[in-house]
């Protein structure tokens, strides 16, 4: 009996061992990596420094009275000299949006993109505070003495916001990343503070003083155009990390400034006009950023379906 049941099981064993050879092998399947999705709308956000590139302030004054060798023409010769602002580094952040598309041509791949930016800016600012003191400057109102002059001429300027919309094109030089050039319309908020004041002494003690005082406020929203290069690395399916380089240009900002007489001591009453100066700077600048964006991907967004 024992001898039947092991040839039985004997059996079984080799009938199993045989039907499991006829079957199937399941093997697991080599998941893809996800393909990076350009195409389509992003947003995200940006920081990075932005520095001045021009801090000269151009002008030109018309004096009253200014005969060669009298105190206005030297007054005329130090409000035309060009001054200069100092340069500060500044940070700026804020945020972009923007839609891409990608095509293929003669079999390399390409991106298309329309992007719009705004940020604010704590720089480039500017600041000018100039002093300068002519003792026997030359004669002026009538007066045969001579007047020594004290000047200082204050001026501040700040570029607050920046704002620009701009067509990219880039070549996918794998397909995560993206190196492109961009370029297109700049504008921002600009605001330059200039003010004057000059004491003039007669220097015979007589009382033939004045006080000469002038300021102006520039404050406008300029529109220019800027260009520059980047690149973009996806380094998750729908997220992107890029860095930039952008230079601007928002064309002139320019006025007038007034400057008026106050006469002290013995010319006190005697006022009126001084001098006027026409001014000018070019407004332009760099800016280096880095930012993160995210890429919707709406064509393959999966509806949810309630299961019950």
Do not use: C
Not at 181 to 192: D, K, M, P, V
């Amino acid at each position: 009996m024992k001898i039947l049941n092991i040839a039985a099981s004997a059996f079984l064993l080799s009938s199993v061992s045989a039907i499991a050879a006829d079957l199937p092998s399941i093997k697991s399947a080599p998941v893809a990596s996800p393909t990076p999705i350009w195409t389509g709308f992003y947003a995200g956000l940006n920081a990075g420094v932005a520095w001045s590139n021009n801090n000269t302030i151009n002008s030109s004054t018309w004096t009253i009275y200014q005969p060669a060798g009298s105190a206005d023409s030297y007054t005329s010769a130090i409000l035309s000299t060009p001054k200069s602002l100092s340069s500060s580094l500044g940070f700026i952040g804020g945020g972009q949006i923007g839609y891409n598309w990608q095509t293929k041509i003669n079999g390399f791949n390409f991106i298309t993109s329309v992007e719009a930016d705004i940020q604010g800016n704590t720089g480039p600012k500017g600041n000018l505070n100039y002093w300068d003191y002519r003792p026997n400057a030359g004669t002026s109102w009538g007066n045969n003495t001579p007047f020594d002059i004290l000047t200082n001429i204050h001026a501040s300027s700040n570029l607050s916001w920046l704002g620009t919309v701009r067509g990219r094109f880039g070549y996918l030089f794998m397909p995560s990343l993206l190196i492109y050039g961009t370029g297109g319309l700049a504008y921002g908020n600009y605001t330059l503070n200039i003010q004057h004041d000059q004491g003039w002494s007669d220097n015979s003690h007589n009382g033939w003083d004045g006080f000469n005082p002038g300021n102006s406020r520039f404050s406008s929203t300029m529109v220019g155009w800027t260009a520059g290069a980047g690149a973009e690395w996806m380094f998750l399916q729908h997220w992107s990390a890029k860095v930039e380089y952008l230079y601007y240009d928002l064309g002139n900002a320019s006025g007038s400034m007034v400057v008026s007489y106050y006469g002290l001591n013995t010319m006190t009453g005697s006022n009126g006009l001084q001098s006027i100066t026409n001014y000018s700077q070019r407004i332009n600048g760099n800016i280096i950023r880095a930012g993160v964006n995210y890429h919707f991907d709406f064509a393959n967004a999966v509806p949810v379906v309630a299961k019950y």
